[in-house]
């Protein structure tokens, strides 16, 4: 498939479980973001990787943990997760970082559900 | 603080009929500005840039710094409109490539 995919689509877990979120990019993209969609609030960009290298956090827990092993691939491992992480997690790449005439494109999202 | 505020939640009008979706931002350096959309069942992805002063499926921006806004209009709404539109505004002085993305309105184009 062409274009930033992300699995699983679904995730349920216990909030001593450890998983981990997939993301990947067929598009020759170098650089690599994680946002979160909660149901009553804005999308909130979580990280953003270029070439490889993190660029930002913004402000995340530490129970969330970003791995980009390459240009393609992004991770998002997840452990003693709260309910309140319960959300839509979002993957998007672009060309190079987002400036005026950059575009992001998304993936479908990991809907998280954290018991 | 930076913030991109969608007063409206949900904007609901009749085919033909003009369609504004609001986007007032807050930032005190030069902005650039986004639309982003969503239709039923597919991704997020990129309508239009302030910067490119283009007009896409029949909509434009125009950026007034004046009102710290970032409307989206469209003369005549069409069904296949109905869809989740977000404004987003790029920090200038950020060279990670942060958007920060307002909260959303959902356009709702009745036949």
């Known amino acids: 498939e062409t274009g930033v995919t992300q699995t699983p689509r679904h995730l349920v877990m216990g909030m001593t479980n450890k998983k981990s979120l997939k993301c990947e990019q067929h598009?020759?993209?170098?650089?690599m973001y994680w946002y979160k969609q909660s149901a009553k609030k804005p999308l909130e960009l979580m990280f953003v990787?270029?070439?490889?290298?993190?660029?930002e956090n913004n402000s995340v827990p530490s129970r969330f943990s970003p791995e980009c092993p390459n240009s393609s691939h992004l991770f998002l491992h997840l452990h003693t997760l709260q309910p309140e992480d319960s959300a839509l997690y979002l993957c998007?790449?672009?060309?190079?970082?987002?400036?005026?005439?950059?575009?992001?494109?998304f993936g479908s999202g990991t809907q998280l559900s954290v018991l | 603080a930076q913030r991109v505020t969608q007063p409206e939640k949900l904007l609901s009008v009749f085919k033909g009929a003009p369609v504004e979706l609001k986007c007032n931002y807050s930032?005190?350096?030069?902005?650039?500005l986004f639309w982003y959309v969503q239709y039923s069942r597919q991704r997020l992805q990129l309508l239009l840039r302030?910067?490119s002063r283009e007009s896409i499926k029949g909509f434009t921006a125009d950026l007034n710094k004046g009102e710290t806004s970032f409307h989206l209009k469209k003369p005549f709404a069409q069904e296949e409109d109905s869809a989740m539109y977000y404004c987003?505004?790029?920090?200038?002085?950020?060279?990670?490539?942060?958007?920060?993305f307002g909260q959303g309105t959902t356009l709702q184009v009745k036949p």
């Open positions: 598009l020759g993209h170098n650089a």
């Open positions: 998007a790449s672009s060309q190079d970082r987002v400036g005026p005439n950059e575009k992001l494109f």
């Open positions: 987003a505004l790029r920090l200038d002085s950020s060279n990670t490539g942060k958007l920060i």
């Open positions: 990787y270029n070439f490889k290298e993190q660029t």
């Open positions: 302030h910067i």
């Open positions: 930032y005190s350096g030069s902005p650039e």
